[in-house]
């Protein structure tokens, strides 16, 4: 068994959450780090070196357990949870319930959507906490602009509905409210509302998002450029949210049922992710433990606006700060095999000239033609020995491995081929999603370039004046003339 000493030795170098324990088992100190194993080995100076406090608290100290999360802000809002629920003697920050704002689905007959920053239980439903209040904002404004939620104090039943009772406010004729108060919608699609919102607020958004994308391609598709922009900001909002809110592996963290992981649950999942990465090292082959994979693929259509996708795992989880898009500089076409070879080393000539860690894995998505071209360039890059290197082919999801001329078939229900596919299924997300956006963005460009005489020098103009393309449609003869001139005018607006 390691001691206390060895512990703090062996501590990776990333963002988490540290625990100190007494001799009695009880979390005494919670803190977080941006460098765990930096951050904790400060506390094991020389006695001189601190402060009484400090030397108070490292007196006591007999055990010490870690998470490690992806982010700063990650390991702000989980050491923010632990101290309210564990209450350790030694912290003296953050006890209260007001430190950070929350977002609360009231109790209420017709629930309201509201900022607070102070937890009570009586019977609302509480997301958070949210290490910004910006982002907490913008969470509202974006639940504001696509949901008709009431936003006043009025004690609503059916009686004083059906009475008239309230007359509806200023923001049932901004379009803002449903007008709830005066019967104007239904208590089911008041309430289906509701629901999206839950949903959204828990992390639960895939099929929201979904939708929300068919009507951005959609408005896309009839020109109404301004309003698929909208979409899409609404998209990327989700989307942040989705990514920033603190995960659990099993659903995103809500007050009222807890789901952070508990402190005699976070051993437990280090070890899973310990049990995992030794089954997965095992049945590839490989001779170390695969604590960083890496994952790349390519996304184009029909060969247009090619991109590509890295994303990286650490210690079995998601690392989405280290994830990467590429542009494809040097490949004319769908070329998905030079593609390959062009992001691989461009990769890993960054991180050698930047001096960063190797991964353990690389995945490549695809078959043996993928393969062969990154070790191509691995092998070019004199790193192919320095990193396990192998192929997964999605139609039957068969693990190629080079120099092995018979796939590798891994059991349909082991934890190494989920692994797998979990990193291949997150690269083509990754990439599928910048490539869609960059689409969009060439549609703008495509439906002015159409038009004779419109070079690039004039789309800058009329885009950086008007905006939108939906706003040169609406814009007079005079106003784009006055831009572009009047006879390059003429045929925008007979085009338009």
Known sequence: ????????????????????????????????????????????????????????????????????????????????????????????????????????????????????????????????????????????????????????????????IAAGKFRPCLNYHLGRCGGICAGEVSEADYMAQIEEIDKILSGRVRSIISSFRARMMSASADLRFEEAADWKAKIELLEAHHRQVVESGHGI?????????????????????????????????????????????????????PVAACVVFKDALPSKKDYRHFLIKTVVGANDYASMKEVVNRRYSRLLAEGEPLPQLVVIDGGKGQLR??????????????????????????????????????DKNSSSLRVL???????????????RSRRSASAVSSALRAIPGVGEVSETKLLRHFKSVKRIREASLEEVAAVVGPVLAGKIKTSL
């Open 1 to 160: 068994m390691m001691t206390l000493r060895e512990k703090v030795e062996n501590l990776p170098h990333s963002p988490g959450v540290y625990r100190y324990l007494d001799g009695g088992g009880t979390i005494i100190y919670v803190g977080k780090a941006k460098d765990l194993r930096r951050r904790v080995a400060q506390y094991f100076r020389p006695p001189e070196q601190l402060d009484r406090k400090t030397q108070a608290l490292v007196e006591h100290i007999a055990d010490l357990q870690y998470t490690v999360v992806e982010t700063e802000e990650d390991a702000l809002l989980l050491e923010n949870n632990l101290i309210k629920q564990l209450q350790p003697h030694y912290n003296i920050l953050l006890k209260d319930d007001k430190t950070y704002p929350w977002i609360a689905v009231t109790g209420d007959r017709f629930p309201r959507v509201v900022m607070t920053r102070r937890y009570v239980r009586d019977g609302s439903r509480y997301y958070g906490p949210y290490a910004s209040v910006q982002r907490a904002h913008a969470l509202l404004n974006l639940i504001s602009s696509v949901y008709k939620i009431r936003v006043c104090l009025h004690p609503l039943t059916d009686e004083s």
């Open 253 to 305: 963290v809500d007050m009222e049922t807890f789901r952070l992981l508990q402190p005699r649950e976070l051993p437990r999942r280090e070890e899973k992710a310990a049990r995992v990465m030794a089954q997965l090292r095992d049945d590839l082959g490989m001779s170390e433990l695969p604590r960083h994979i890496e994952c790349f693929d390519n996304s184009n259509i029909q060969g247009s606006d």
């Open 421 to 435: 596919m979990h990193i291949r299924d997150e690269a083509h997300r990754f990439g599928i999603t910048h490539h």
């Open 373 to 410: 071209f990154a070790l191509e360039a691995l092998q070019e890059l004199g790193i192919r020995e320095k990193m396990f290197v192998v192929g997964l082919a999605e139609r039957l999801e068969e693990v190629i491995v080079p120099g092995d001329p018979t796939p590798l078939w891994l």
